[in-house]
């Protein structure tokens, strides 16, 4: 929040996505979280940890501030948001999403771009790099679309002045480091400065169980179109491949030779000049 | 951990409880998972230290950042009374806490029964400056709780003990020997129990304490610690006490009542080994199961033969057998019912079900089980002291039967 000494409260937004637990048995016709009726087969995309430990650093390292984690989803997404607390987040709230299950990126984004309008006062909106299901790492660029912010992907570390925050981003081969002025987005790496987030304690989960997180309609947050830009019709497990593997290993390397270009050749192949 | 989750849906919690003990379940499965278990392996093969010389000992490289995380996590207070800095959570919970950590490493998870006992005991019968000392420091693990009960002399006989008490002013004044001590030297308060009155009966002039090392000073010194053929990774130690000095506040109960008082504790810390035997065996079960269905002979998955599926529904059952019972007994102490024989039954049982579960477990992996590269080689040894420790099988059957026969007198 803006005064007019500078950065006065530091408020960041923290968006965590419920995915399907990694370990919970595969099932195409039950991807997503609101599809499963078991709440132990939900976990926070681990992705986001990360975000969370960079938001809660920014903020231990400033010595204020506030982090409220939000969260789309059906009830079966409450397990999320409390662990957002239970790592340290100091609010949430959970934006209902059970009926229609809202779940295209496109529209998620519109969404969560118009709750942090709702929310209204925000310094930073903090993703995590991508999520562990569908991996589009799109969400942090897109909001940031909507609500025409600056934008830092693959941040690995983090420092503020002034009302501008410094940011060094993962590049192909290297890093950079760039200057954004706030509010700004950032999507966070699962690497660098943020590489290990921190666990929940008992202490904490005492405090996140008390903790009330109101729930959001979406139809209260404006959006005026909010038809699904796209829609699944159905989603499949593809087909065992049945290739085998054959493996030319044995005798003279120039017979080795013949007999590979043969077998390819038997596969019918296009060998090209090695006809 | 699906497994553990359902059962605690059958118990008694209410709403609020039962979203605390998922997350801190689900907490203590990730930190076990992710972070003890890579380590089991180096730690079973560096062990656990002692210098003859400074007469220091300490714990295998990396054991104590993860016992400062399990710190962080508040994991040591899941028992301790609100007053005293902990968060009065239920022993179902804290036995739960007990299995995950074992699935991971049985050296790394030492740290809890004894922890709990030490809390146990010194809440239940300390005195309140006891309580306030060292009640929150057991709650934060800053100090580690051990105890000091056998003596060369006093194994199973624990009425046996040879260790005097001489009362001088306002402190007591400790001389004689311990043995099989986990933790010994790097723990923080000792429950040990000494001859008070010499002139009574056996058994019956015995008075418990609690040993604080930072007022016994080098008058409590370890001799040596024990090569073992598992659990290497933890300490176990013998140790010297030569006038060790405790002050009168540090007596629990009172004067020449201490073996009614640990004897009648120690089923607590039965339904913790346990939960330990469960852990491991969940393990050698989930080891099992990845090698059946990774390793083919004759052209097929081990795991498809009948003979390797029956062991492995054999081994589910007793898991699933054995931590019905420490739960169940768990609960049962939760809600402030005796458990003494209950807490003999599941530690006798579920030890018992643990060396079959891991001698199976060998067994399906076949010369590569008996290999120290795979894991299973290691929960085979490391199960072999859970029907020992803590009283031996034997002893708990004593127990168990001497319930039984005099619920039938009456």
Request: glycine share 8%.
């Given at each position: 929040m803006k005064t007019k000494d500078g950065y006065l409260t530091l408020n960041i937004l923290i968006f965590v996505k419920a995915t399907i637990d990694r370990n919970a048995p595969l099932d195409p016709d039950e991807?997503?979280?609101?599809?499963?009726?078991?709440?132990?087969?939900v976990m926070t995309n681990n992705y986001d940890k990360h975000a969370i430990e960079a938001a809660l650093r920014i903020v231990e390292e400033k010595g204020e501030g506030k982090v409220t984690a939000v969260c789309l989803g059906s009830d079966m997404a409450d397990k999320v948001v409390k662990e957002a607390i239970a790592m340290g987040c100091h609010g949430a709230i959970r934006i209902e999403?059970?009926?229609?299950?809202?779940?295209h990126f496109f529209s998620v984004a519109k969404i969560l771009a118009a709750s942090a309008k709702k929310i209204g006062e925000y310094d930073l909106l903090i993703f995590g790099m991508?999520?562990?299901?569908?991996?589009?790492?799109t969400m942090a660029p897109m909001v940031a679309e909507f609500l025409d912010l600056p934008l830092a992907c693959f941040v690995e570390k983090v420092s503020l002045n002034e009302g501008k925050i410094t940011v060094e981003k993962v590049i192909e081969g290297g890093t950079r480091t760039m200057e954004l002025q706030m509010p700004a987005v950032l999507s966070i790496a699962?690497?660098?400065?943020?590489e290990e987030p921190r666990y929940t304690s008992v202490r904490r989960i005492m405090k996140a169980s008390k903790t009330d997180v109101p729930v959001w309609e979406i139809?209260?947050?404006?959006?005026?179109d909010d038809e699904p830009s796209v829609e699944f019709d159905d989603i499949e497990v593809p087909p065992a491949r049945t290739e085998k593997c054959v493996v030319i290993d044995e005798g003279d390397p120039n017979e080795l030779v013949g007999k590979l270009l043969d077998t390819l050749k038997e596969k019918g192949l296009n060998l090209g000049a090695f006809k | 951990m699906k497994q553990l989750t359902k059962i605690f849906k059958t118990l008694n919690f209410d709403k609020e409880t039962q979203e605390q003990n998922e997350m801190i379940l689900d907490m203590v499965y990730e930190l076990a998972m992710n972070e003890i278990i890579e380590k089991e392996q180096d730690w079973d093969e560096e062990g656990a230290h002692f210098d003859p010389e400074t007469k220091q000992v300490s714990y295998p490289s990396g054991m104590m950042d993860l016992y400062k995380k399990c710190q962080q996590n508040d994991l040591?207070?899941?028992?301790?009374p609100e007053k005293y800095d902990?968060?009065?959570?239920?022993y179902t919970l804290w036995n739960a806490v007990i299995e995950l950590m074992a699935r991971a490493s049985l050296a790394f998870s030492m740290f809890f029964p004894s922890q709990g006992l030490n809390i146990e005991i010194i809440n239940k019968f300390g005195t309140s400056e006891a309580k306030e000392k060292y009640l929150p420091l057991l709650a934060s693990g800053d100090a580690i709780g051990a105890m000091a009960f056998s003596e060369p002399n006093a194994g199973?006989?624990?009425?046996?003990?040879?260790t005097k008490a001489e009362k001088e002013g306002d402190s007591y004044y400790l001389t004689g020997n311990k043995i099989w001590l986990s933790h010994g030297g790097a723990a923080g308060t000792y429950i040990t129990f000494a001859v008070t009155?010499?002139?009574?009966e056996r058994g019956r002039g015995l008075s418990a304490f609690v040993i604080d090392p930072k007022i016994a000073k080098e008058n409590l010194e370890v001799v040596r610690i024990e090569e073992k053929?598992?659990?290497?990774?933890s300490i176990t130690a013998q140790m010297a006490l030569d006038r060790v000095e405790v002050p009168?506040?540090?007596?629990?109960?009172?004067?020449?009542?201490g073996l009614r008082l640990i004897l009648g504790s120690l089923a607590s810390s039965r339904i913790g080994i346990a939960a330990q035997a469960v852990g491991m065996s969940e393990t050698a079960l989930q080891e099992s199961v990845n090698y059946s269905m990774q390793r083919s002979q004759f052209g097929r998955?081990?795991?498809?033969?009948q003979a390797i599926s029956f062991m492995l529904a054999d081994m589910a059952t007793r898991v699933h057998q054995a931590r019905l019972l420490y739960l169940n007994t768990a609960q049962m102490k939760h809600i402030g019912e005796d458990t003494q024989v209950e807490s003999s039954m599941a530690k006798y049982w579920a030890t018992e079900l643990a060396q079959k579960v891991t001698y199976d477990a060998v067994q399906i992996h076949g010369g590569y089980g008996y290999?120290?590269?795979?894991r299973v080689e290691r929960l085979f040894r490391d199960a072999r002291v859970l029907t020992i420790f803590e009283g031996t099988s034997e002893m708990q059957k004593t127990i168990i039967s001497r319930g039984t026969l005099s619920r039938a007198q009456k």
């Amino acid at each position: 929040m803006k005064t007019k000494d500078g950065y006065l409260t530091l408020n960041i937004l923290i968006f965590v996505k419920a995915t399907i637990d990694r370990n919970a048995p595969l099932d195409p016709d039950e991807i997503f979280p609101g599809d499963r009726d078991d709440k132990s087969d939900v976990m926070t995309n681990n992705y986001d940890k990360h975000a969370i430990e960079a938001a809660l650093r920014i903020v231990e390292e400033k010595g204020e501030g506030k982090v409220t984690a939000v969260c789309l989803g059906s009830d079966m997404a409450d397990k999320v948001v409390k662990e957002a607390i239970a790592m340290g987040c100091h609010g949430a709230i959970r934006i209902e999403n059970s009926e229609a299950e809202i779940t295209h990126f496109f529209s998620v984004a519109k969404i969560l771009a118009a709750s942090a309008k709702k929310i209204g006062e925000y310094d930073l909106l903090i993703f995590g790099m991508q999520s562990y299901d569908y991996g589009t790492a799109t969400m942090a660029p897109m909001v940031a679309e909507f609500l025409d912010l600056p934008l830092a992907c693959f941040v690995e570390k983090v420092s503020l002045n002034e009302g501008k925050i410094t940011v060094e981003k993962v590049i192909e081969g290297g890093t950079r480091t760039m200057e954004l002025q706030m509010p700004a987005v950032l999507s966070i790496a699962s690497t660098g400065d943020y590489e290990e987030p921190r666990y929940t304690s008992v202490r904490r989960i005492m405090k996140a169980s008390k903790t009330d997180v109101p729930v959001w309609e979406i139809s209260d947050l404006g959006i005026d179109d909010d038809e699904p830009s796209v829609e699944f019709d159905d989603i499949e497990v593809p087909p065992a491949r049945t290739e085998k593997c054959v493996v030319i290993d044995e005798g003279d390397p120039n017979e080795l030779v013949g007999k590979l270009l043969d077998t390819l050749k038997e596969k019918g192949l296009n060998l090209g000049a090695f006809k | 951990m699906k497994q553990l989750t359902k059962i605690f849906k059958t118990l008694n919690f209410d709403k609020e409880t039962q979203e605390q003990n998922e997350m801190i379940l689900d907490m203590v499965y990730e930190l076990a998972m992710n972070e003890i278990i890579e380590k089991e392996q180096d730690w079973d093969e560096e062990g656990a230290h002692f210098d003859p010389e400074t007469k220091q000992v300490s714990y295998p490289s990396g054991m104590m950042d993860l016992y400062k995380k399990c710190q962080q996590n508040d994991l040591f207070s899941i028992i301790v009374p609100e007053k005293y800095d902990g968060f009065g959570l239920s022993y179902t919970l804290w036995n739960a806490v007990i299995e995950l950590m074992a699935r991971a490493s049985l050296a790394f998870s030492m740290f809890f029964p004894s922890q709990g006992l030490n809390i146990e005991i010194i809440n239940k019968f300390g005195t309140s400056e006891a309580k306030e000392k060292y009640l929150p420091l057991l709650a934060s693990g800053d100090a580690i709780g051990a105890m000091a009960f056998s003596e060369p002399n006093a194994g199973s006989d624990i009425s046996a003990v040879a260790t005097k008490a001489e009362k001088e002013g306002d402190s007591y004044y400790l001389t004689g020997n311990k043995i099989w001590l986990s933790h010994g030297g790097a723990a923080g308060t000792y429950i040990t129990f000494a001859v008070t009155d010499k002139s009574a009966e056996r058994g019956r002039g015995l008075s418990a304490f609690v040993i604080d090392p930072k007022i016994a000073k080098e008058n409590l010194e370890v001799v040596r610690i024990e090569e073992k053929m598992g659990l290497h990774g933890s300490i176990t130690a013998q140790m010297a006490l030569d006038r060790v000095e405790v002050p009168k506040e540090n007596l629990l109960g009172k004067e020449n009542d201490g073996l009614r008082l640990i004897l009648g504790s120690l089923a607590s810390s039965r339904i913790g080994i346990a939960a330990q035997a469960v852990g491991m065996s969940e393990t050698a079960l989930q080891e099992s199961v990845n090698y059946s269905m990774q390793r083919s002979q004759f052209g097929r998955q081990i795991g498809k033969f009948q003979a390797i599926s029956f062991m492995l529904a054999d081994m589910a059952t007793r898991v699933h057998q054995a931590r019905l019972l420490y739960l169940n007994t768990a609960q049962m102490k939760h809600i402030g019912e005796d458990t003494q024989v209950e807490s003999s039954m599941a530690k006798y049982w579920a030890t018992e079900l643990a060396q079959k579960v891991t001698y199976d477990a060998v067994q399906i992996h076949g010369g590569y089980g008996y290999s120290r590269e795979y894991r299973v080689e290691r929960l085979f040894r490391d199960a072999r002291v859970l029907t020992i420790f803590e009283g031996t099988s034997e002893m708990q059957k004593t127990i168990i039967s001497r319930g039984t026969l005099s619920r039938a007198q009456k």
